[in-house]
């Protein structure tokens, strides 16, 4: 069955303080890894894709990176205007689209 | 700017009636999915469609229908309201022709009484 985990649920990091989070999925051929962030009351908004083992992705404080089993959001220097819930989701061979349950990262001044 | 809007942004209403979500995108885009967002689940998969009269069912079909009638908008529908239903919804649209990054809607908040 396919599937998709994130770790951990929640973060609270002060800033500056430079973390992980992680997405671990089993699917049936991957077609691709995307990254979205979700502020509350709002709908997901897209960060990154990532296609292949190895292929790495920037913006700005953030980087993801992604293996053969399992994808990481690595924040850097964080600012409180980071927090929010991160978003893991992957299309398999059907091209259906798996979310995680989200990371919800708190950022504190 | 391309953008997909939903409409209403919050709906109450009664067991056992038909409601109707909206949803209406200016990115031309063929693939349009509707998601229901609950604590502890995640996003979930409803319906969607991948262009002008096809659609298909996602995990959470049950009590759901929607139908495309133009490349914009994708309506869903709930046939008879029920209290398990009560969720936050989110339409999202992505490009054609590969595994491509999805653009969601605000969401609608439907509870049912």
């Known amino acids: 069955e396919d599937q998709v985990t994130q770790s951990p649920e929640a973060l609270r990091l002060q800033e500056g303080e430079s973390s992980s989070l992680n997405c671990s999925y089993t699917v049936s051929g991957l077609r691709g890894l995307f990254w979205y962030r979700q502020d509350p009351g709002k709908g997901p908004e897209f960060l990154f894709t990532?296609?292949?083992a190895g292929e790495e992705k920037e913006k700005e404080r953030l980087k993801a990176t992604l293996t053969k089993k399992e994808s990481f959001l690595h924040i850097t220097a964080p600012k409180p205007e980071d927090s929010a819930t991160y978003l893991c989701?992957?299309?398999?061979?059907?091209?259906?689209?798996?979310f995680g349950t989200g990371t919800r990262l708190k950022v504190l001044a | 700017d391309a953008e997909i809007t939903q409409s209403p942004r919050h709906k109450i209403t009664e067991t056992g009636r038909q409601v109707t979500l909206a949803c209406h995108q200016t990115w031309n885009h063929n693939n349009m999915f509707w998601y229901r967002q609950d604590l502890g689940h995640g996003l979930r998969l409803i319906h969607y469609s991948y262009g002008v009269q096809d659609t298909n069912k996602g995990e959470v079909s049950d009590g759901y229908s929607v139908s495309r009638s133009n490349t914009e908008d994708l309506p869903l529908t709930l046939e008879s309201a029920a209290s398990s239903q009560t969720s936050v919804y989110f339409c999202?649209?992505?490009?054609?022709?590969?595994?491509?990054?999805?653009?969601f809607g605000p969401g609608t908040r439907l509870t049912v009484t």
């Open positions: 989701a992957v299309a398999s061979g059907t091209y259906k689209y798996i």
């Open positions: 990532l296609y292949s």
């Open positions: 999202a649209s992505s490009d054609s022709g590969g595994a491509y990054e999805q653009y």
